[in-house]
């Protein structure tokens, strides 16, 4: 079955049940300041899951692109994929579990949808904690939809030690939050338990990984294709979860992975997806993937990369590349295929060529890629242009310097600024010589040429995970003192619903009930303009989030379960004007926003206002 097929039955199944089909949301997020790109299909659904109402219903589906950075350096394998696209279906406070499983599990089994054999479908399901029971009513819908297939489904009580050792092993799997829960992106959100559903490939297990095997094993035997969340929580910013007035189902189905399957690949990279961009990098390199590892790794980059370039750059919202927050990422991207495109031997400029074999393939069913082509293309030409001009050079200049196999900062940061490499992509090249890189010796350079503040430079090259400029890291720091003074004049029920930071004004979402007076926002104004007079120092610490909530700190900004996370302080002990959970990064000291002006207070929805500031 080809994607095109599978995007069209899994829209269609739940269009016969009443779904309404929703376009993609942009990948470049509009409300949520805490990720750069839109990661899973519920990400621009979250007004809607804690109970705004949609207008187009309270039953939805939708094929959501998706940008997930995390795993750069991971691509290359058979799996990892930067850009992927999503198949989801949303329950508003509508139907719940037994609707969704069943649903779930006859989409994947029938014969009229995919008809994938159930003896291959393994499920996990959570096991409950403190915080939320464990999930009796998954185990049993779960026992009962195998059961109407004939099969008995056994619970595995460790999730962890039993063989799944086709039917005589069990079925049914129990994890802990860390696998079986879908928390919140920002600070505050709709959560829940999920059960999540594994095909069996049949691949024996590699002992490596353990001595049993069981679906979230990693050895390459399972593969997780759906995820239905069932999102009955609000975390609060203590931490805590409250019950939503609503039950929410969230599901998510990885597209390229499905279609692997369905297609009997145990590669994403061997699904049509890729043969039209894998053909035209054979013709421009006259090389043939399947040659050998090395050379297919670098053809899964090329084409993996150029993907997600061109669904950045094609975006509604689109970005080009640039050395801050999303820029750097498309940069990151397209610098890392080019080198890989020079593995391959091309030497000509290949990017935009590429860039248009991906806008062929995908333009039908993404027409912005289309009404784009000529920007993407160009930018793309662009970029390579410039770095293709400096990349042998600097290659040649990496050589001589890695003579001692050891990268200085001052030697990472020549190539840099004169040759035009990431960072990551020095990091790489001195990773495959076995060397080492002075990554903060880099660093200080970077701040003192770009006349950065340590936060700003770390918070760029944490995974490029922040806007960096000058002007939006003030900005941010602003938006945790505006939110403390909300807090202070408004009082503590103020929480933050949402945040947007471009490089003239921050954007601050949050619960008020009514609209504030002008004496208020003299007052809130007042507050900040205050804290930056007294020019207070902004610190961070890394904590538990136990040890944050002791402190104080608001706006709990959700690393992985369990993590360390970071706490901004802003001020002196004990008086603190703002402790809050932030990724950051921000100012060193608080005068270094100049000063504070709110330009404008509104209703978002009912219960939701949103201001509008500028500094400097
Ligand atoms: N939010 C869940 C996921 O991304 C289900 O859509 O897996």
Not at 507 to 531: C, H, P, W
Request: aromatic share 10%; proline share 3%.
């Amino acid at each position: 079955m080809l994607v095109k097929e599978l995007r069209r039955k899994f829209l269609e199944f739940f269009s016969e049940r009443g779904h309404a089909v929703i376009p993609s949301a942009s990948l470049i997020p509009q409300e949520d300041p805490t990720v750069l790109f839109t990661t899973a299909g519920m990400h621009p659904l979250v007004p809607y899951l804690i109970g705004q109402t949609h207008p187009m219903g309270k039953r939805l589906a939708s094929v959501q692109k998706c940008v997930r950075t995390g795993d750069i350096d991971e691509v290359g394998d058979n799996r990892h994929l930067t850009f992927f696209e999503m198949l989801g279906n949303w329950s508003l406070g509508d139907y719940f579990k037994k609707e969704a499983i069943a649903w779930s599990f006859e989409f994947l089994t029938d014969k009229k949808w995919l008809g994938l054999d159930a003896e291959k479908i393994f499920v996990t399901v959570f096991t409950g904690d403190k915080t939320a029971p464990r999930d009796e009513e998954s185990i049993g819908i779960w026992q009962t939809q195998f059961a109407m297939r004939g099969m008995v489904a056994k619970v595995s009580q460790t999730g962890k030690d039993e063989p799944a050792t086709g039917v005589k092993g069990p079925r049914i799997y129990l994890y802990p939050k860390e696998k079986n829960w879908w928390g919140p992106a920002g600070a505050t959100g709709p959560c829940g338990s999920d059960t999540e559903m594994f095909y069996d490939t049949g691949r024996p297990h590699d002992p490596a990984y353990g001595k049993a095997c069981h679906p979230n094993c990693d050895c390459g035997r399972f593969v997780e294709i759906w995820n239905d969340v069932f999102m009955e929580y609000e975390k609060r910013a203590d931490g805590s979860f409250a019950a939503l007035k609503q039950k929410n189902v969230d599901t998510g189905m990885g597209l390229e992975r499905t279609a692997a399957i369905l297609q009997g690949k145990d590669n994403v990279f061997e699904t049509e997806i890729f043969s039209g961009i894998f053909g035209a990098l054979a013709d421009l390199s006259g090389i043939k993937y399947g040659r050998d590892e090395a050379h297919d790794r670098s053809f899964r980059i090329v084409a993996d990369h150029l993907r997600t370039a061109v669904f950045i750059i094609g975006d509604e919202h689109g970005v080009t590349p640039s050395n801050l927050g999303q820029g750097y990422i498309v940069r990151r991207l397209i610098r890392r295929a080019i080198r890989e495109g020079r593995r391959l031997g091309i030497k000509k400029t290949f990017t935009d060529q590429l860039g248009t074999v991906v806008i062929d393939e995908f333009g039908s069913h993404y027409k912005e890629l289309e009404t784009n082509r000529e920007r993407i293309v160009s930018e793309l030409k662009k970029e390579e242009e410039k770095f293709g001009k400096t990349l042998e050079q600097g290659l040649k200049e990496f050589e001589k310097m890695m003579k001692d196999r050891v990268i200085s900062g001052k030697e990472a940061f020549i190539l840099f600024s004169t040759y035009g490499f990431p960072l990551e992509l020095t990091q790489e090249l001195v990773g495959e010589r076995g060397g080492n890189l002075d990554v903060e010796e880099f660093k200080r350079e970077f701040e003192q040429h770009q006349e950065l503040s340590r936060t700003a430079t770390e918070g760029l090259f944490k995974g490029g995970l922040a806007d960096h400029s000058v002007e939006t890291t003030c900005l941010h720091t602003a938006t945790h003192l505006l939110h403390a003074a909300l807090r202070k004049v408004l009082g503590s029920d103020v929480a933050q619903k949402g945040s947007n930071i471009t490089t003239e004004r921050l954007r601050f979402d949050f619960t008020y009930s009514k609209k504030m007076t002008a004496e208020q926002i003299k007052e809130v104004e007042g507050l900040v303009n205050d804290a930056i007079t007294k020019n207070l120092p902004v610190q961070c610490e890394e904590m538990t989030v136990a040890a944050a909530k002791k402190s104080g700190a608001i706006g709990l900004f959700e690393e992985k379960y369990g993590e360390k996370v970071k706490v901004y302080f802003v001020g002196a002990k004990p008086d603190y004007f703002s402790i809050e959970i932030c990724g950051g990064p921000h100012a060193g000291h608080t005068s270094e926003l100049k000063k504070f002006k709110i330009i404008k207070e509104e209703a978002v929805v009912a219960g939701v206002r949103r201001i509008k500031a500028t500094i400097g």
